[in-house]
């Protein structure tokens, strides 16, 4: 190509690069006025920031950043790009880990003096990072509503000083990812100490002064602070809450007063904190520091409880726990509360022992492991965990529910579940049927049937009336019905049809066994549930009549606590390859029978 050929055709590419940026205007502007006819265009400007509002709600990464989605909004067109921009508070959630410094000043540019949402994790930092952070918190504290920190944030604390006005919630979470990590006092300089519309304060992992005007006007407060913090003192404790008029849910670990375990003992209280709107109070401490700080609160408006305690009981000695009981029962239902307990789950198990109460009828009824008790249990009156962190003495855990059973009211209580471990005597169980008039469902274990079934076939009490007279239904627990538990629960159904209380429907559709220990049942409650299929086994344990007993071997241990692991599937256990029958070993428990006994047949 020769010299004048390269020059004409650069001539004329300029030409046409000339002509197509005059064009550039005209085009944008046919494009503006094309895109103003779209039905879409039509809508208010106040519609569609409604609708660029709720683009972060349809997100559900839990990486994502909500503007980021507003940042494509802005690509759409020149009309959305110019609304999108125009209202800063699409902008005001900044999370610092996640942009560049550069892209922090851009949005906070954009968010101009709206109300900014500000979250960070500032851990691992650079200097230079941290540094940025807290120049631009400070700049921008004055309208900052919702601050969220969690990382190393102590230093950076001591550089708040200016006064929070718009401040509604503050969350710091302290990070435990340093090997060595000194303590975190929130500073008493904070926000020179003013924040007028502060209602929301959580702290995890740090503390703060219960003198702190910070304290004061709060709706929300959570405390979780490590083991090895500066213990309030009683009346520092009880001033603080005393001002504390709104607070609605206030939830405390480790953030009680303590009492002297030298000399432990709860003293009359000679003044009490009183929190007239306190709705939820959620308390996690020793059992006496728990029961020292209910102890000293009048809560008039309380509708959810939940207590999480330790003891330090050992040797069987019980005395803390006792003392806790009635402070619990107390606060578990009072005259503001518009139901009576009407639900009630018992979870025992080793060192360990947890009551749920509902005022609403049925809300024990789904639960069926720990996942859906955590569910269940946002909705109940009373939550109370206890577990030791010595020993405890056989049969504790029966201790533990027979007291607050004695303490809580019964008469309304219509279902009732004894999950895990839970063991309830016969004694306990006389004890309280009396109170138990409205009770007409119960889920038991297996471990729980054996002291139940007694207690129903008890002679009546003097008064001629069935205990637990509107008992209508029963649901076994993965139990397996062995042929000596099919006797006896087939015999306790037929004396609660002589005592004229008999049950209507028994639910065993989490049990195993043969196909005859679901249909002898049958025969008696008219509605059985059974399970999708039966056992084919060999054990003699289990039933395999055919027009007669089959004995089983008198080396055989018969137990009430043979529940199946949940990991294991009992069915796919019970056949081998061949779809035959195989032999299953359960550890199986006296049920009154005499096996050594030549007549032990005729005790069934």
């Known amino acids: 190509m020769d010299t004048s050929s390269a020059t004409a055709q650069d001539h004329l590419l300029k ?89 922090i000043t851009e949005i906070l540019a954009r968010a101009k003096m709206s109300p900014l949402h500000v979250e960070a994790d500032i851990f691992p930092w650079k200097e230079a990072q941290f540094d940025a952070f807290g120049r631009q918190l400070e700049a921008h504290i004055s309208h900052t509503r919702h601050l969220t920190i969690s990382g190393e944030f102590h230093t950076l604390l001591g550089r708040l000083l200016s006064p929070a006005p718009a401040l509604v919630s503050l969350s710091l979470t302290k990070s435990y990812r340093l090997s060595v990590s000194p303590p975190c006092i929130i500073p008493g300089s904070l926000f020179n100490g003013t924040a007028p519309k502060l209602t929301c304060l959580e702290l995890l992992g740090c503390s703060i002064g219960w003198k702190s005007p910070l304290l004061k006007g709060l709706q929300t407060l959570k405390m979780v602070t490590p083991t090895a913090r500066e213990m309030p003192t009683l009346e520092d404790w009880l001033d603080a809450l005393n001002e504390m008029f709104q607070l609605k849910s206030l939830i405390l670990d480790n953030a009680t007063p303590i009492i002297s375990y030298d000399y432990p003992h709860i003293p009359e209280p000679q003044r009490t904190a009183t929190l007239p709107s306190l709705t939820h109070f959620d308390i996690t401490d020793s059992t006496w520091d728990c029961a020292l700080a209910l102890a000293h609160l009048v809560l008039p408006a309380l509708i959810s409880l939940h207590v999480t305690s330790e003891s330090q009981s050992s040797g069987g000695d019980d005395d803390d726990i006792r003392i806790l009981i009635p402070y619990v029962a107390r606060n578990a239902h ?71 059973l004695s303490h809580l009211p019964l008469n309304a209580i219509s279902t009732l579940s004894v999950q895990n471990k839970t ?48 008992l209508t239904k029963l649901i076994l627990s993965k139990v397996s019905l062995t042929l000596l538990r099919t006797w006896r629960l087939c015999d306790m159904l037929k004396k609660r049809k002589e005592h004229g209380a008999p049950l209507e429907a028994l639910d065993l559709r989490t049990c195993i066994g043969q196909e005859l220990s679901f249909r002898l049942p049958s025969e008696i409650v008219g509605n059985v549930q059974c399970p999708t299929k039966t056992l084919k086994v060999r054990n003699s344990a289990f039933l395999g009549w055919s027009g007669g007993l089959e004995p089983f071997f008198l080396e055989e241990e018969v137990t009430d606590n043979d529940e199946y692991a949940d990991s294991r599937d009992p069915w796919k256990d019970s056949m081998n390859e061949g779809g035959e029958g195989v032999e299953l070993k359960f550890d199986f428990d006296d049920w009154g029978v005499n096996l050594e006994s030549d007549s032990w047949i005729d005790q069934l």
Not at 76 to 92: D, G, K, M, T
Not at 458 to 466: I, M
């Open 15 to 103: 030409v046409m690069d000339g002509e197509i940026k005059v064009s550039q205007p005209v085009s944008q502007e046919l494009k503006y006025r094309r895109n103003a006819l779209v039905p879409i265009s039509r809508l208010p400007t106040e519609t569609l920031v409604e609708i660029f509002s709720l683009l972060p709600s349809t997100a559900h990464n839990s990486e994502y950043v909500p503007y980021l989605e507003w940042i494509c909004v802005t690509h759409v067109c020149h009309r959305w790009r110019e609304i999108a921009l125009s209202f800063p508070y699409l902008w005001n959630h900044i999370h610092f880990t996640k942009l560049t410094l550069a892209g």
């Open 423 to 470: 063991r309830l005597s016969k004694e306990v169980w006389l004890s309280h049927a009396p109170r138990l008039t409205k009770l007409n469902q119960v889920l038991l274990v297996s471990i729980a049937v054996r002291a139940f079934r007694e207690m129903l076939e008890e002679d009546a009490p003097p008064d001629g009336r069935p205990r637990l007279p509107r």
């Open 334 to 404: 009072g005259p503001q509360d518009t139901a009576p307990l009407q639900s009630m789950l018992f979870n025992g198990e080793e060192m360990h022992a947890e009551i749920v109460a509902w005022t609403a009828p049925d809300a024990d009824v789904g639960v069926c492991n720990s996942v859906t008790l955590t569910k269940a249990a946002v909705s109940a009156r009373l939550v109370w965990s206890i577990t030791s962190d010595g020993w405890w003495g056989d049969g504790m855990e029966t201790v533990v529910f027979d007291a607050m």
